[in-house]
């Protein structure tokens, strides 16, 4: 059923999907007076800018979903979608989609390296192709009667996901440039879609990059979950784990116990937060 939001709400609080509202009837027509409080919040920093963008509130999981190919696998994108779930405490899964085209050795070879990582990192990582039906009901098991967010490029595959949970949803699926490996934009706002069970699934715009500039620098050391075993095991309480020396994080990584990558990720992510030209999407280990 469709509502619309009284004016004084959207100068107050921009209403977004997963928003639980209060309403009363105005000529058969739902009127949005308030919305309540919101439990929780997966946010990004609207690029080129300093303020934040809430793109769902009230979401218990959040799917960050990538391909391996159109769109190929990009780790500063699924890192900094992991970052922001984690800030806010909000549980997180991978999502490796399209994995229909995962057809040579060296597509095996670079799963083989992803889940190596992500698994590592602490992540549960769900293989599913939208097209064969691979995976998808190991995920909705998972998911189910949750409120879930997905997070992810243009052309990943959100939308065929929701599609395959609900065939009859009318939307419209892009495909991805040929020339660019990248997305289309076909979802332009963001859409809460009821699976059954008590599960919500948020179908999200694609996003180009998913900037977490809101994230204090200090803090970015408890968004990776592989750090927390070793934060206490620094020379120094103040360490930040770039240069200090006695550093158990740094300690960790030269061990092995902690993915050199994801290692790399938290070094750009800290100069980017520091105002260095730490572009993580010229990084080596992006990839």
Same mark, same amino acid.
Request: charged content about 20%.
């Given at each position: ?12 609080i ?17 009127v ?14 609207v ?35 992991l *970052?922001?779930?984690?800030?806010? @405490?909000? %549980?997180?899964?991978? =999502?490796?989609?399209? $994995?229909?085209?995962?057809? #040579? ?70 495909? *991805?440039?040929?020339?660019?490996? @990248?997305? %289309?934009?076909?979802? =332009?706002?963001?859409? $809460?879609?009821?699976?059954? #069970? ?43 784990h770039i ?41 080596p280990?992006?990839?």
């Amino acid at each position: 059923m469709s509502a619309r939001v009284a004016g004084r709400v959207y100068r107050g609080i921009q209403p977004v999907a997963g928003d639980r509202a209060l309403a009363a009837e105005d000529a058969n027509i739902p009127v949005v007076e308030a919305i309540l409080p919101r439990e929780s919040v997966l946010q990004r920093t609207v690029p080129l800018g300093r303020s934040t963008q809430i793109i769902a509130s009230n979401v218990d999981i959040v799917l960050a979903i990538c391909s391996l190919h159109q769109p190929d696998f990009s780790h500063g994108f699924l890192c900094r979608a992991l *970052v922001a779930a984690r800030w806010r @405490k909000l %549980r997180a899964v991978v =999502v490796l989609n399209k $994995m229909d085209l995962c057809l #040579s050795g060296e597509d095996r070879t670079l799963l083989a390296g992803i889940l190596s990582v992500y698994e590592g990192a602490g992540y549960t990582v769900f293989q599913t192709s939208t097209s064969t039906g691979r995976g998808t009901g190991e995920l909705m098991k998972h998911i189910r009667g949750s409120t879930v967010v997905m997070a992810g490029p243009s052309g990943a595959g959100k939308t065929s996901l929701a599609k395959r949970y609900i065939p009859a949803l009318d939307v419209r699926i892009g495909s *991805v440039n040929p020339k660019t490996s @990248k997305g %289309r934009h076909t979802t =332009v706002t963001a859409r $809460m879609i009821p699976l059954g #069970s008590e599960t919500f699934l948020i179908d999200t715009p694609g996003l180009k990059m998913f900037s977490i500039e809101h994230v204090p620098r200090e803090e970015l050391q408890f968004c990776f979950p592989e750090f927390d075993e070793y934060l206490g095991r620094c020379r120094f309480r103040d360490c930040l784990h770039i240069s200090e020396p006695g550093c158990g994080v740094k300690g960790a990584v030269e061990l092995g116990s902690i993915s050199g990558i994801r290692y790399g990720m938290y070094e750009a992510f800290m100069r980017e937060a520091e105002g260095q030209q730490g572009n993580y999407l010229s990084a080596p280990s992006e990839r």
